[in-house]
């Protein structure tokens, strides 16, 4: 009787093995991997049990990564993240260093080794989702006294003050807006037609032939409870439907309960939960953070 041999299963193309592992964030494209280990091979560190990616994007870094478990996350990510650090820089990614994580469960293991590297969480989010899009044509002029129209470059500066004021923390620069008005994203500012003012912004840009995405949406606190973000989210899922797409998903904080009751009224469903890291690269402002992690650990004197 022929001895039966053991099939190995585990893909040898590094991206397709990643994709297979149980804790990971793979946001990149097969083709953006490919291309971003051949310009800049020292942003991708391969281990047998983990991978780690540094892609540069509009500003900050966006840390992707595969583990097979979370123990081999805990093993393995504190040296190879201490490889990557050299290779960037404050000048590719002067908003610093942004990480993902969607497995719920591996929080208690995750959470001690990014705070102990200088991570910060910056907010807990949902996905929502739309599968039916709304066949009205977009009308630019969303509500009496204002329109929407096209950004222009002029507008970074307003674009990236109405992010600073309408989020706790805020990824957008004027050079951050500028660079990704030029990579082709939707950017659209609404105007208060008297005063020729941006008082809100949206961006806007397809993940597939099929899905749409608004990657961001604000409203100047001054502008809000007027009905505009509703009016803003309603022209771009007509915008969506006109060009094709099928579906629209929007990531939002855990804690807006207002954006999510009005998500909710347009039809959207919630679906997948992560939380967001924010690290920085500047030595001066990761210092700061791991000084104020050392005195947040409060000593007990045990009474007896």
Do not use: C
């Not at 591996?106 to 990014?114: E, G, H, M, Q, T």
């Not at 996905?127 to 507008?155: K, N, Q, S």
């Amino acid at each position: 009787m022929k001895q039966l041999k053991r099939l190995d299963v585990t893909p040898r193309d590094p991206y397709k093995r990643a994709l297979k592992e149980r804790l990971r964030h793979i946001a990149l494209s097969a083709e953006a991997f490919e291309e971003l280990q051949r310009n800049q091979p020292g942003h991708v560190l391969i281990e047998d049990d983990g991978m780690l990616i540094a892609q540069p994007y509009q500003g900050m870094i966006a840390l992707q990564y595969a583990f097979p478990t979370s123990d081999s996350f805990v093993r393995l990510f504190p040296d190879m993240f201490e490889r990557l650090l050299p290779t960037l820089t404050l000048d590719e990614a002067p908003m610093g260093i942004r990480m993902r994580l969607t497995d719920a469960p591996s929080r208690p293991y995750v959470d001690p080794i990014l705070i102990a590297h200088a991570f910060e969480v910056s907010r807990d989010w949902v996905r929502m989702e739309l599968h039916e899009l709304p066949g009205d044509a977009p009308a630019d002029a969303i509500a009496d006294g204002f329109m929407l129209r096209e950004a222009r470059v002029e507008d970074a500066k307003a674009i990236a003050e109405l992010d600073a004021v309408a989020f706790p923390i805020s990824w957008l620069t004027p050079d951050v807006v500028r660079d990704a008005g030029e990579q082709g994203p939707a950017f659209r500012v609404l105007e208060d037609t008297k005063s020729a003012r941006a008082v809100g912004f949206f961006r806007l840009r397809k993940e597939s032939p099929s899905e749409g995405h608004i990657s961001d949406i604000a409203v100047h606190p001054d502008y809000q409870r007027r009905g505009l973000g509703e009016a803003m989210m309603r022209w771009a899922l007509a915008r969506f439907h006109e060009d094709g797409q099928r579906t629209v998903a929007l990531t939002v904080s855990t804690n807006n309960r207002a954006a999510i009751a009005l998500y909710r009224k347009l039809g959207f469903t919630a679906g997948e939960t992560g939380i967001d890291y924010r690290r920085p690269i500047d030595e001066d402002e990761v210092r700061q953070i791991l000084e104020k992690n050392r005195a947040s650990h409060i000593t007990v004197r045990k009474r007896y």
